[in-house]
């Protein structure tokens, strides 16, 4: 089963034949064309199948159990290591999360949510050149920059927890080569993943060096209206984003805060001439235990914002006001949450005077979309996201900005 084959022909197939050769733990039964595993019941490649460095491709059909545990995690595919984190873990997260989650040395490098339904998918991951490519059920959901290789052969199955419940594997191919889904065309111009420490961020592919380069920091309010700065600076500078962070909690302190390590890995990516950010804040400000203290957040905030400073003193940033957090209503318009959005308007006027004094320009969302409560949907249980005509809006309003910033420098 593992002798050389035929052009894009798998060196290794899941059958009986395949599963003789392979290290088994657990009980691990073909039935009908699938393996049903767990964090018991695992399938290892023969080592030396796949080399290091060599192009390969890894196909599988996975289905999840009628029954999950929220928090708990399966190791759909790993070569990580019993002893270190050297290597690559592809992880699902069942519901509420449904995420695949793609870790490169315990680094995340793809997030895909929503992975699983009520039917089989299909996930490829594509090595060619050392760039992976991921695809679920023939689309690609994400390219990285590259991966590690891990201390063991490609395992199928095994977690952390005990689930309780097995995922039903089928179709499980491993190629020498690359072999891409039918009809993907490699040709396009997309995003490529870059992860490190406390970080995972999208970039473009630089064609040419003279022109600017820009980055967007912030929430899923971010992800609503980056593609219209993407489209207005077209052919005129590149447009990077950041999406997560580590940000107000203690972890914001000390020489080596995890704040200040994913700052530094992501603006080591750079350099940049222009930073538009909002840092997580419908995130870090909802309340939630641990993630935002009033009372420290001030210095926190500060330290942050004066590493950044220094760490990159050619680049402008430009602060974006945290929105409006709003009632939920069963029927007619929403409104401002009597608890939740009084902490953003503190938090947002402590912000301001950290911005005012060290001369950072403040794009004022938060006014903007007050008075957009109009566009909302009556009824809608979305109690922090807007409409794509107030997207734009957003947008407009740091795109303003990001043209004054470029001007000054001398770039547009």
Request: proline share 5%; aromatic share 10%.
């Amino acid at each position: 089963m593992c002798s050389a084959k035929a052009s894009n022909s798998p060196v290794w197939e899941l059958s009986e034949e395949a599963l003789a050769e392979s290290t088994l733990t657990g009980t691990v039964v073909l039935e009908d064309g699938y393996v049903e595993l767990s964090d018991q019941d695992t399938i290892t490649l023969p080592d030396g199948l796949l080399k290091q460095g060599e192009d390969f491709t890894v196909e599988l059909s996975v289905l999840r159990p009628e029954e999950t545990v929220s928090g708990q995690e399966i190791f759909l595919v790993s070569d990580v290591g019993a002893e270190d984190e050297q290597g690559l873990q592809v992880i699902y997260y069942p519901p509420s999360y449904n995420a695949l989650v793609i870790n490169d040395s315990g680094n995340r490098c793809v997030e895909d949510r929503g992975f699983l339904s009520d039917r089989s998918h299909k996930l490829s991951l594509v090595v060619k050149e050392g760039q992976m490519s991921v695809f679920r059920d023939g689309f690609l959901k994400a390219m990285t920059a590259g991966i590690s290789y891990g201390s063991k052969p490609y395992t199928f199955g095994g977690s952390k927890d005990e689930l309780g419940s097995k995922y039903r594997f089928s179709e499980i191919k491993v190629y020498d080569q690359a072999i891409f889904p039918e009809g993907f065309d490699g040709s396009g111009d997309r995003m490529i993943n870059y992860s490190g420490e406390g970080y995972l961020m999208q970039r473009v592919r630089i064609e040419n060096p003279d022109l600017p380069r820009i980055l967007v920091v912030g929430d899923s309010i971010s992800m609503g209206y980056r593609r219209y700065i993407t489209a207005h600076f077209e052919g005129r500078a590149y447009v990077d984003y950041w999406v997560g962070g580590h940000w107000f909690g203690e972890t914001a302190r000390g020489e080596n805060s995890k704040a200040k390590v994913a700052w530094d890995g992501v603006l080591s990516n750079g350099p940049y001439d222009v930073i538009s950010w909002n840092a997580m804040t419908l995130h870090m400000w909802n309340g939630s235990p641990g993630r935002c203290n009033e009372e420290t957040y001030p210095a926190n905030m500060t330290e942050v914002v004066d590493h950044l400073l220094a760490s990159a003193p050619d680049t402008a940033f430009i602060w974006v006001r945290c929105t409006p957090w709003r009632t939920t209503p069963e029927s007619g318009r929403a409104g401002l949450d009597p608890v939740h959005n009084p902490r953003i308007v503190r938090l947002n006027a402590v912000t301001d005077a950290i911005m005012r004094e060290r001369n950072i320009p403040i794009i004022d969302t938060y006014s903007l979309t007050l008075e957009r409560f109009d566009t909302l949907r009556e009824g809608s249980k979305d109690a922090v996201h807007w409409p794509s005509s107030v997207n734009e809006e957003m947008a407009e309003m740091i795109i303003e900005q990001m043209e004054k910033s470029l001007s000054a420098k001398g770039l547009n």
